[in-house]
Nanobody, 115 residues
Framework: QVQLVESGGDLVQPGGSLRLSCVASENIFNFNRMGWYRHAPGQERDLVAT???????NYADSVKGRFTIDRNGAENAVWLQMNSLSAEDTAVYYC?????????WGQGTHVTVSS
């Protein structure tokens, strides 16, 4: 059974930074694409950033230039570096892994941006 475990969520002041981590229970290159999504109160779950097996990244317009997705195959980890955070980034952040026949989610990690 695939498990994706997120960590790194916290309370941070506007303008601050956080680094989220997602560790998979198997080789991350078994997935065609891995990524981060977020679910803010009263909104739908939205894409934040993805990275495919070839290393091609994709970002939501709202985070371009501020967030960076990266990975380490040896650690089965995918990270999300978040800079210049604002209140609009407050949400539960979910790690996602996709492959043929499967779409997997972690339990989420809470990010709150507030002074």
């Amino acid at each position: 059974q695939v498990q994706l475990v997120e960590s790194g969520g916290d309370l941070v002041q506007p303008g601050g930074s956080l680094r989220l981590s997602c560790v998979a229970s198997e080789n991350i290159f078994n997935f065609n694409r891995m990524g981060w999504y977020r679910h803010a109160p009263g909104q739908e779950r939205d894409l934040v950033a993805t990275i495919n097996v070839g290393g091609v990244t994709n970002y939501a317009d709202s985070v371009k230039g501020r967030f960076t997705i990266d990975r380490n195959g040896a650690e089965n980890a995918v990270w999300l570096q978040m800079n210049s955070l604002s209140a609009e980034d407050t949400a539960v952040y979910y790690c996602n892994g996709q492959r043929t026949g499967g779409n997997y989610w972690g339990q989420g990690t809470h990010v709150t941006v507030s002074s």
